[in-house]
C-alpha cells in the first residue's frame, strides 16, 4: 500500500526553500561545495546547485559520493558491492561542504558519507540537506535543511521517485514493508 507524501510541485518547492536557506546560513555560496550521495542525493544536489546559481549567479561546486566502502553493513552486502564513481572536482579543504541525501532514516549513510568526505581533504564544516527527515535516527546526525519532516513507523518505506532516476518526481510511503535503510 503506498501513499503519496509529496508531488513534483512539492519537490520543487522544498528544494527553493532549502536554496534559500543555504543562502541565509552561510551568507552566500562562497566556498560551498555540494556533495550528493549515490544514488538519489546526486540529482537532488544538481537541482540545488542549479536554484543556487539562479538566486546568487554563481556556480557551486557539485559532487557525487559513493559510500559503498565506508558503510558499516558493508559484510551483509556479499563479497563484491557494487562500487561506483566518486567524483569531487574541487580541493574541499577549508570549504563549507553540504552533503545532500534524498531520505534520512537512521543516520548511518551520512556518518559513512561523512569518512568519505574527510578522506578528500579537512573542509571548515559539513552540513546536512535531505528532502525528506523520517525519523528514527541510530547515531546523533541531524540535518541542517529539511524538504519535509515525516514521522513514519519502522516498518514503513520512504520512497523517492525522481525524474532522473525512476521517470516521475513524487515522495510516497509505503506501508508494510520492513526493509531496512541506511
Do not use: W
Amino acid at each position: 500500500m503506498e501513499k503519496a507524501i509529496m508531488s513534483d510541485v512539492d519537490i520543487r518547492r522544498a528544494l527553493v526553500r532549502i536554496a534559500h536557506e543555504i543562502i541565509e546560513c552561510n551568507e552566500g555560496v562562497e566556498d560551498l561545495v555540494l556533495v550528493g550521495l549515490r544514488t538519489r542525493g546526486v540529482p537532488l544536489a544538481k537541482r540545488l546547485a542549479q536554484i543556487l546559481g539562479e538566486l546568487e549567479h554563481a556556480q557551486v561546486p557539485l559532487g557525487e559520493l559513493d559510500i559503498t566502502l565506508y558503510r558499516d553493513d558493508l559484510d551483509t552486502h556479499g563479497l563484491y558491492p557494487s562500487v561506483r564513481r566518486t567524483e569531487i572536482p574541487v580541493n574541499i579543504a577549508g570549504k563549507r561542504v553540504i552533503l545532500v541525501d534524498d531520505v534520512l532514516f537512521t543516520g548511518r549513510s551520512v556518518r559513512a558519507a561523512m569518512d568519505a568526505v574527510i578522506d578528500f581533504g579537512r573542509p571548515r564544516c559539513i552540513q546536512l540537506a535531505v528532502l525528506v527527515d523520517r525519523g528514527h535516527r541510530e547515531l546523533p546526525i541531524r540535518p541542517d535543511f529539511v524538504g519535509k519532516n515525516v514521522p513514519t513507523s519502522r516498518d514503513e518505506e520512504v520512497k523517492v521517485r525522481l525524474v532522473e532516476n525512476d521517470g516521475s518526481d513524487e515522495v510516497i510511503i509505503a506501508r508494510g514493508t520492513s526493509e531496512g535503510c541506511l
